[in-house]
């Protein structure tokens, strides 16, 4: 790792938490980019600011149409996959069954949330469910320069209109097209996921199945992103140096760009690809990171903000059912004490980045820590 670069990695674990009883202070970035200087929540340390290298990061390109029912191309991709999460756990997928139509459209039902008035999206609230901005609502400090608005999507369900249900208790009748677009791309990337898990289950070299099993009850984590431009962009972060403690996000990213991960040291862009534009940008969490054992990795990475063009994403984040079990398949390990982590719950690990450490590159170590603290009878 170069020198400078390990204040980057390595932050104070529960540093700009906000307490439950400290007032929240509103923020419409949409006026605030066409200010000369923004608020002091927004401004992260020059440790943090770590210039990004030009070079951008080498991602496998996965074609999940091309390789389906050819053993051989699974192969090769699944080689490819296994070198690159073990390395940096990152890759791209295309021609992966969701339409670009339906991602658009997604996208546009997004915007029609962030272009409301700041009374009406502050309105649009469940902690920690809808619109949030800067995530003011749970940080004090070092807040990300973005708008967002999330929700929840269950793969086993009791309504197939859960996602239409939640955004009409949000918006009531104002917005009846946000939730069926929504709703139908969540279970677009649902069948998308299916094909990631076998892809990564072949790659780990365990039964091809496993993780779909494992996650047939995912919790997926959904969240539409907006990114203003912002004057002082170099002062700020569209999202800061983090490790995601999900298991796998599945990312859409616009033409904008702006995405870097951190690796060898240097900061490595993951850019937009232009000429697919239907790509997702799939990576490795700390959970799944748990799951393989250590085997692939959950690594650093970071969204920056462009000084004069909005950015938007969607993001899908896997998990699992919040009281299953997470531990790696046995064939991964052959003696108990060759094990990286203990069996945890996901439902105790996001509950720690919610209450004690804000996700960064040691969230993962440092619930391991938690845990063993906490439970020391069960290891």
């Given at each position: 790792m170069e020198s400078g670069a390990a204040a980057v990695v390595v932050s104070p674990s529960s540093k700009g938490l906000k307490d439950e009883n400290e007032n929240e202070r509103s923020f419409d970035l949409k006026l605030l980019h066409k200010e000369a200087d923004i608020p002091k929540q927004f401004i992260w340390s020059a440790s943090h600011l770590v210039k990004g290298s030009s070079e951008k990061l080498d991602t496998p390109f996965i074609d999940l149409k091309a390789i389906k029912g050819d053993e051989a191309a699974m192969a090769t991709a699944a080689e490819l996959v296994r070198k690159a999460c073990m390395k940096h756990g990152f890759f791209e997928v295309t021609n992966h069954g969701v339409d670009l139509s339906l991602i658009n459209a997604t996208y546009q039902e997004f915007d029609s949330i962030f272009k409301l008035p700041l009374n009406k999206k502050l309105g649009a609230r469940k902690n920690p469910l809808g619109y949030s901005c800067g995530?003011?609502?749970?940080?004090?400090?070092?807040?990300?320069?973005?708008?967002?608005?999330?929700?929840?999507?269950?793969?086993l369900h009791h309504s197939d209109s859960q996602v239409v249900d939640f955004f009409n208790s949000i918006f009531h009748e104002d917005f009846q097209g946000i939730g069926l677009v929504n709703q139908k791309y969540c279970?677009?990337?649902?069948?998308?996921?299916?094909?990631?898990?076998?892809?990564?289950?072949?790659?780990?070299?365990?039964?091809?199945?496993?993780?779909?099993?494992?996650?047939?009850d995912c919790e997926g984590i959904v969240r539409g992103n907006s990114y203003p431009p912002c004057k002082n962009f170099n002062l700020t972060f569209g999202v800061g140096p983090h490790c995601d403690p999900t298991s796998i996000t599945i990312?859409?990213?616009?033409?904008?760009?702006?995405?870097?991960?951190?690796?060898?040291?240097?900061?490595?862009?993951v850019p937009p690809r232009s000429e697919t534009p239907d790509a997702f940008v799939i990576n490795i969490g700390d959970t799944f990171t748990?799951?393989?054992?250590?085997?692939?990795?959950s690594c650093l990475h970071r969204v920056l903000v462009n000084e004069e063009v909005e950015r938007k994403s969607l993001t899908f984040f896997m998990?699992?059912?919040?009281?299953?079990?997470?531990?790696?398949?046995?064939?991964l390990f052959e003696n108990?004490?060759?094990?990286?982590?203990?069996?945890?719950?996901?439902?105790?690990l996001y509950e720690y980045t919610q209450k004690r450490q804000r996700a960064d590159a040691e969230t993962l170590p440092n619930f391991v820590t938690w845990l063993r603290a906490s439970k020391p009878s069960n290891f």
């Open positions: 995530l003011s609502d749970r940080f004090s400090s070092n807040l990300p320069w973005k708008e967002i608005f999330t929700y929840r999507y269950n793969y279970e677009a990337i649902k069948k998308l996921s299916m094909d990631i898990l076998e892809l990564l289950a072949i790659s780990l070299g365990v039964d091809r199945s496993h993780f779909q099993r494992f996650f047939e990312l859409h990213q616009d033409q904008v760009g702006g995405l870097e991960v951190f690796v060898d040291g240097k900061w490595l862009a748990a799951l393989s054992n250590g085997i692939y990795k998990n699992p059912r919040g009281d299953k079990t997470v531990r790696p398949p046995n064939n108990e004490e060759q094990r990286k982590y203990p069996d945890f719950k996901w439902s105790e």
